[in-house]
């Protein structure tokens, strides 16, 4: 063959293995990578996470907001109690149940979305650890631009005993300031989230593959 046709031939072959290896991945398609199922999952355990934490995060913030009386978190059950019963450890939760249902969902499928596209692109194949961990920051992300906000709306609620989510909201020096210390919020939920995913990954893959357990209990104690 002479040596300009070998030349061509070479370059020819080339392009057909370029063509091979781009064909080896799928044609990208929005219900490949986005998975609907993890924003329920994430908006379900954002409820659950609200009617189980929100009276702790009552109690810390009504000792912070009356820390110079001293108040403890013993004479902060109390007081709230007495003042307004079972229910008043759950007085401004309306935005905790509706954004912490949108900042998990998105925390969930974010992380889910970034996992599947590290995964089809073959980012960090060798490393899943890794990997869970850049997609749990993912998940962070979003997590941090929703909860900002919410976290700003309920501490206004108790420092100035604002009744509800609507005068609060009609309060310019509320709203002027919702995402005040949004950045802080991010640098602490990005690799937050990163560490708790990657984590929960390997203690409930452990958990059922050498203790046994079934799906639900090694989620439970790894969760």
Do not use: W
């Amino acid at each position: 063959m002479p040596a300009g046709q070998d030349g061509a031939y070479s370059t020819n072959q080339m392009q057909v293995n370029e063509s091979k290896k781009t064909k080896e991945l799928p044609s990208l398609k929005l219900g490949d990578i986005m998975s609907f199922e993890q924003f329920m999952v994430g908006a379900g355990s954002g409820l659950v996470r609200v009617c189980i934490g929100f009276p702790f995060d009552q109690v810390k913030i009504y000792v912070q907001a009356h820390r110079s009386k001293g108040i403890g978190v013993t004479t902060a059950v109390r007081t709230i109690f007495q003042s307004d019963g079972f229910m008043g450890f759950y007085i401004g939760s309306a935005p905790s149940f509706y954004f912490s249902t949108l900042q998990m969902s998105l925390n969930f499928g974010f992380k889910s979305l970034a996992e599947k596209l590290m995964n089809r692109n073959r980012v960090l194949e060798d490393a899943p650890f890794t990997r869970t961990f850049v997609a749990g920051m993912a998940g962070g992300f979003m997590h941090g631009l929703t909860v900002c906000p919410v976290d700003h709306i309920r501490v206004q609620q108790v420092v100035h005993n604002i009744p509800n989510l609507t005068a609060t909201l009609r309060n310019p020096q509320v709203t002027r300031h919702l995402f005040h210390g949004l950045s802080a919020t991010v640098l602490r939920d990005m690799p937050g989230m990163g560490f708790f995913f990657s984590t929960f990954a390997v203690g409930s893959k452990y958990l059922q593959e050498e203790l046994k357990l079934n799906y639900f209990y090694s989620s439970l104690i790894a969760g």
